[in-house]
Nanobody, 126 residues
Framework: QVDVVESGGGSVQAGGSMRLSCAAS????????MAWFRQAPGKEREGVAA???????TYADSVKGRFTISKDSADNTLFLQMNNLKPDDTAMYYC????????????????????WGSGTEVTVSS
């Protein structure tokens, strides 16, 4: 069992930056993937960025060059640095984790993650 808790959301103006954190606890030694997802009102949940245990990150096209996913392995904390934020980035952001091996093309698909946080809200105003 793994628990994940997000923090760091809030309000920012367009063009600004924000960093989200996700603290993982429990059986974290077996985690292969951690990721950030987001869901805007009236829209489906979408994958933003994923980080595999042994390979590089994966990003959605909409955030490439603006968002950076990273992990502090010492305390199992996942980060999402968001720069040049746009109003379209407004959403509830969720941290997810999973211990199963999966092809890279699945890493931004929500059905491939077992453990989820309750989310942190990000609002970007124009």
């Amino acid at each position: 069992q793994v628990d994940v808790v997000e923090s760091g959301g809030g309000s920012v103006q367009a063009g600004g930056s924000m960093r989200l954190s996700c603290a993982a606890s429990g059986d974290t030694d077996n985690l292969y993937r951690m990721a950030w997802f987001r869901q805007a009102p009236g829209k489906e949940r979408e994958g933003v960025a994923a980080l595999h245990k042994t390979t590089g990150p994966t990003y959605a096209d909409s955030v490439k060059g603006r968002f950076t996913i990273s992990k502090d392995s010492a305390d199992n904390t996942l980060f999402l640095q968001m720069n040049n934020l746009k109003p379209d980035d407004t959403a509830m952001y969720y941290c997810a984790a999973d211990s199963r091996v999966a092809p890279a093309r699945w890493w931004l698909r929500s059905e491939n993650y077992k453990y989820w946080g309750s989310g942190t809200e990000v609002t970007v105003s124009s």
